[in-house]
């Protein structure tokens, strides 16, 4: 199994052939990322990523590289992050349900420590940026993948027209862990980081697409529109026009093939364009206005009594789908303050580096403000590792490759 975790390493570098040892923290990383898509269901007592066991021993193999290389990290890019996950253990005591909330606290922590040790393996040479942004990205290729064929089974079985309308956490089209905008979220961060790229191979165009097309079949309006502001990046207008024409001629032609062949009925469908295309509903953003507002009214009556990590569902029913207006109303201002400095260090760094990467780093900043999909296994553990890949982009320079461990 060793021997083909480096295998896969090497072919993820991009860098030809290398006669090098690849430490097996990698190796456990890579495997977790290979297998975070896939989880077990509420039913099964709980949500838990497969891929889980491969980063407690990637993040226990990694304590070594930290403490031999901590010495190389820019202390903006650890004090911030240390003290939001401070708060979020502090913020988990005083949390509606203890146990639900020091699940995601754990995985925070995991998350934190690959952030470290992938930053560490970087910035010594012992990983590139290029390997890492691959990683990322098969990760949100399987995902993407994993999702297609969920929604298409899903469709022969119950019909699309369900599908597309139960969009929702355990709905037809969600998958164990999470709803299609949560899906999309996590998606988004492999596609924004395509940008990092510097020499982008036939497979990796592929799996961009295919992370592309998971985002649409997810419908989500928010996820849509940033991934198409991404293509203006990534895409010249005239490749732009023809891959529209090329897209849109193969949805139809799919749907047109499920429709007379297969049997699909699309009154579902046209009742879900209606709501999706309703103005009053575009206009309020599908009921996030009121649930902002109600939030705000907590606010104001109890300014300084913050309800806890991962307490919103149970005291509103709702999460604020907002990232820092969840921040703020679970962890109070201190933690808003804070996650504000880190991600504006992070930003900063990649900015000096390349503009392109920092419009696909302001993309997930915004994707932040319509959702807050950061209580998923999924998403905490591709978020802490597209940030280390953002820290490593901005302090390293072009073409740093693989070292060998000494």
Known sequence: MIRWGSSILLNLSGEGVLKIALPKYLIFFVFGMILLAFSTAPEDGGVLSFGTPFFIASMLAFIPVIRRFFVNVDWRFFVFPFLYITL????????????????????NVIGFVLYLGLICSVLSRRLSVQMLARILICSGAILALYFIVNFIFRSLELGIEQVILERYVGGAMSLPWGASNTIAQVLLLSAVTYLVLDERRKSDFLMFCLICIGICLTFSRSNMLLLFLLFFVVFKLRQLIVIG???????????????IFVGWDLTGFDTFVSSRTDVDLLVTGNGRLQTMMEKIDYLADNPFEPIGYYSSLFYFELTAHNFWMTALIEQSLAAVLVTLCFFFFVGRTVFRRDRKVFFGFLIIMAALMVEDPHFTQQYITSFWVFLALLVGFGSTEKGMGVKSES
Do not use: D
């Open 88 to 107: 979020i253990l502090v913020m988990t005591v005083f949390s509606f349900s203890p146990f639900q909330s020091s699940v995601r606290a754990i995985f």
């Open 245 to 259: 024409a090329i897209s849109g001629f193969l949805l139809a032609a799919f749907f047109a093939y499920m429709v």
